[in-house]
């Protein structure tokens, strides 16, 4: 069956430093693989995809994520973490249905 | 930009009663899903929706639930008769594809979620 780990509940940065949320997926085919983010009391944002065709993906707000097959990895970076970037973010894997990681939530210190 | 829409954004209701929560996904998107988030745990699948038939279901979508499409724009979804532990978080998502169908195909967009809380 397809899954996704995320190894990290709690990640606190500080202001304009880097940010790495990591994935691991587990899939018996090459996944389709989506990061999601949600702000508080708002809906779930796409933030990026990997679909096969690149295996780094740019995504929004200068997140970016790496696929690593060898590795089974999947992780969330940004270079500057802001103030904004504050969230919980969700590691996905797609069989039709999307199958979500347990989440990982972003706190960004001043 | 065409977005998923979900009203009501908060319902509370008795434990019993039954509860239809609405969505309306974007309009060129062929596929429909439920998904729900209990507070503190996991977003979770529950039901996938195409040509005005359920595709996929969860274990969670039990016989108190059921979904329906009733004009060209909307999407609901019923629990006839709630318990304690349906409160949670609701999303509607409404995709072009479930797989394949080249760029975007796979993408789903989630509307903001209906707050369910059962007393």
């Known amino acids: 069956a397809q899954s996704v780990t995320q190894l990290d509940s709690h990640v606190s940065v500080s202001e304009g430093t880097p940010v790495l949320l990591r994935c691991n997926y587990s899939s018996s085919y090459s996944p389709s693989l989506f990061w999601y983010v949600q702000h508080p009391n708002k809906g779930l944002q796409l933030l990026l995809k990997?679909?096969?065709?690149?295996?780094l993906v740019k995504g929004i707000n200068g997140f970016e994520a790496e696929f690593k097959k060898s590795e089974t990895s999947f992780h969330l970076t940004k270079p500057s973490a802001h103030m904004s970037d504050a969230a919980e973010y969700f590691c996905?894997?797609?069989?039709?249905?999307?199958?979500f990681g347990q989440g990982t939530r972003l706190t960004i210190n001043p | 930009e065409p977005e998923v829409t979900q009203t009501p954004s908060h319902q509370v209701t008795q434990m019993g009663q039954e509860v239809i929560l609405r969505c309306v996904p974007i309009s060129n998107h062929l596929y429909f899903y439920w998904y729900r988030q209990i507070l503190g745990q996991k977003v979770e699948f529950l039901v996938s929706f195409y040509n005005n038939e359920i595709s996929e279901k969860s274990e969670i979508f039990d016989d108190q639930f059921s979904v329906e499409r009733p004009d060209g724009s909307n999407f609901t979804l019923k629990i006839r008769s709630t318990k304690l532990e349906d409160s949670a978080m609701y999303f509607c998502a409404s995709s072009v594809s479930p797989v394949g169908g080249g760029p975007g195909g796979y993408e789903q967009y989630f509307g903001p979620g209906t707050r369910l809380t059962v007393t």
């Open positions: 990997y679909t096969s065709a690149a295996t």
């Open positions: 996905v894997v797609s069989v039709g249905k999307l199958v």
